[in-house]
């Protein structure tokens, strides 16, 4: 059983609020990645981590910031949300590079009414 | 320009039939490919990959076979259950110029095996 954790699991919120997506994992993974996946649409990578103090952007251009201060805690963050932010937020870690065998958690429905 | 695949965006199989799932990918440069299952409201979970220098790996009910001349991988599951029932993702891994590998992901086929 993987131990990824996302929340919240779903979200309403209005327009131009700050909102913070938390992602922990407890298995010691130095890596770790947010997708952004859209209905019908490819997993994209927005951002992605390799350790503590390391965080890069991800090949969709996103709003978003992430930031890593400890090994299991990758949050992401919105400093105002608008609708087209409305998407599944996807966290996943790796022991390796690239997200091979990668653990996700179970994802953010985020809407931005 | 999509680098991998899944041409069919959904598949119906009969239980205990064979299902298989088919991904192409344009980039030579892949050297591991993998196979995620996702049910609803969950996120992906691994389920089986192999390297470039293998055609084939099993695990269990689930095989993947890989054409690396035809740029081509399929994942065949034996029997199929309804249990998977779910969106299966292709997914493509490289090393890129930092030396850092990446992962490019297809669009999903959603399977659907009927009792």
């Known amino acids: 059983e993987a131990d990824i954790y996302q929340t919240p699991r779903y979200l309403v919120i209005g327009t131009g609020k700050k909102i913070t997506l938390e992602c922990s994992q407890t298995?010691?993974?130095?890596?770790m990645y947010w997708y952004q996946q859209d209905p019908g649409m490819e997993l994209h990578l927005i951002h992605y981590?390799?350790?503590?103090?390391?965080?890069e952007k991800g090949d969709l251009s996103s709003e978003s910031t992430v930031s890593r201060i400890r090994t299991e805690h990758f949050p992401l963050t919105l400093e105002s949300a608008r609708p087209s932010h409305t998407s599944q937020y996807l966290c996943?870690?790796?022991?390796?590079?690239?997200?091979?065998?990668?653990?996700f958690g179970q994802g953010t429905r985020l809407t931005v009414v | 320009d999509q680098q991998v695949k899944q041409n069919s965006p959904s598949l119906s199989v009969q239980e205990g039939r064979i299902s298989i799932l088919n991904c192409d990918y344009t980039n030579s440069m892949f050297d591991y490919f993998l196979w995620y299952k996702k049910y609803p409201a969950e996120g992906p979970t691994f389920l089986i990959s192999i390297s470039s220098i293998k055609d084939k790996n099993e695990d269990g009910r689930f095989t993947v076979f890989l054409n690396k001349s035809a740029k081509h991988l399929s994942l065949h599951i034996v029997p199929s259950q309804p249990g998977d029932s779910a969106v299966y993702f292709c997914?493509?891994?490289?090393?890129?110029?930092?030396?850092?590998?990446?992962?490019?992901w297809g669009l999903g086929t959603s399977l659907a095996v009927n009792p």
């Open positions: 981590s390799y350790g503590v103090n390391s965080t």
């Open positions: 997914a493509a891994s490289l090393r890129n110029a930092g030396n850092n590998r990446k992962l490019i």
């Open positions: 298995m010691g993974h130095d890596k």
């Open positions: 996943a870690s790796s022991e390796y590079s690239g997200g091979t065998e990668a653990f």
